[in-house]
């Protein structure tokens, strides 16, 4: 399905709400207030009634979309392009898209990233795994200092990428570039027994101490592979991250970084499907909420 023909199927707001309906109750509709299957709809189609509480509610409570003004046609144009552009797309070039304030177009991008934040990878990765980890923000210096020093330091931000080959990765913002921070976030991220391939950083030397069979490669000394010992699987995705970081958003802050790379993640889990099977997959992690003095206060960072 293109642009064009999205917008054919779903141009209308009575569509987006069928789809809503559908894609939140594919058999029995419940209320999202007692959980009561005993439900009716007004004659209008877009209210609802419980029979059981008695509460009235619509497709859109409980949602991502809650208590949005912005109409569900519009909703789903942005879902459709920030899950299916492989870089991305900004809050400026979504508002001019969808006619919206450039304020209105983050605030729409925050809630559609928070909503894969609060889903995520859940399955621990195995087979072989690389780990890596990188840099955002701050002075440019050398590495080997950064990784010498603390995030806080030069003003950077630390990020944690595991991927199994072939397979999905797991993206976390992580406080330091220290052991303590990164080898918890492998055992969260890792099935025990797995094959770990790293640089040689010296964080990851006690791998095999936590029960993990680990190969490294020497990056220092102009080694970038081994046979089948390399990182090249997890430094691509480090590439394509940070051109799109760089390139379409420009500044990340802490606060939200956590956001972004939940987005990245979660493409990058999708690349097999097609974009309309990946803007479909986003509404199964639709079922939470997040208002803006959330979003500035910092409560919905992650």
């Keep these: 399905m293109n642009l064009l023909e999205f917008q054919r199927k779903f141009g209308s707001e009575e569509a987006c709400l069928e789809y809503l309906e559908q894609s939140r109750w594919p058999k029995d509709r419940y209320c999202p207030h007692c959980g009561s299957i005993k439900t009716y709809k007004f004659a209008d189609g877009k209210l609802f009634k419980c029979g059981d509480c008695r509460k009235q509610f619509t497709t859109k409570v409980g949602t991502i979309f809650s208590d949005s003004k912005i109409p569900l046609y519009k909703w789903f144009l942005a879902i459709y392009l920030a899950t299916?552009?492989?870089?991305?797309?900004?809050?400026?070039?979504?508002?001019?898209?969808?006619?919206?304030?450039?304020?209105?177009?983050?605030?729409?991008?925050?809630?559609?990233?928070?909503?894969?934040?609060?889903?995520?990878?859940?399955?621990?990765?195995?087979?072989?795994?690389?780990?890596?980890?990188?840099?955002?923000?701050?002075?440019?210096?050398?590495r080997a200092k950064e990784r010498r020093s603390t995030e806080q330091d030069y003003n950077k931000q630390v990020v944690m990428g595991t991927v199994q080959r072939g397979g999905k990765t797991k993206i976390k913002h992580v406080k330091s570039a220290?052991?303590?921070?990164?080898?918890?976030?492998?055992?969260?991220?890792?099935?025990?027994?797995?094959?770990?391939?790293?640089?040689?950083?010296?964080?990851?030397?006690?791998?095999?101490?936590?029960?993990?069979?680990?190969?490294?490669v020497r990056h220092r000394s102009n080694q970038f592979r081994s046979g089948d010992i390399h990182t090249q699987t997890i430094e691509g995705f480090w590439s394509h991250f940070k051109r799109g970081i760089n390139g379409t958003y420009h500044h990340v802050s802490a606060k939200h970084l956590q956001k972004y790379c939940s987005e990245?993640?979660?493409?990058?889990?999708?690349?097999?499907?097609?974009?309309?099977?990946?803007?479909?997959?986003?509404?199964?992690?639709?079922?939470?909420?997040?208002?803006?003095?959330?979003?500035?206060?910092?409560?919905?960072?992650?």
């Design 84 to 142: 299916s552009l492989k870089k991305g797309i900004s809050s400026m070039q979504l508002s001019r898209y969808l006619g919206v304030t450039q304020k209105t177009a983050w605030f729409m991008l925050q809630r559609i990233r928070f909503a894969l934040v609060k889903s995520g990878n859940k399955n621990l990765l195995q087979d072989v795994v690389e780990v890596d980890e990188t840099y955002l923000g701050g002075k440019g210096i050398n």
């Design 178 to 216: 220290g052991a303590r921070a990164l080898l918890p976030e492998i055992q969260q991220s890792v099935k025990p027994d797995t094959q770990i391939y790293s640089d040689e950083y010296g964080a990851y030397k006690t791998l095999p101490r936590l029960g993990y069979p680990h190969g490294t």
């Design 264 to 302: 990245y993640e979660y493409r990058y889990n999708t690349r097999s499907i097609s974009d309309i099977e990946r803007f479909s997959e986003w509404f199964a992690n639709s079922l939470c909420r997040l208002t803006y003095k959330e979003l500035i206060d910092g409560r919905g960072t992650s």
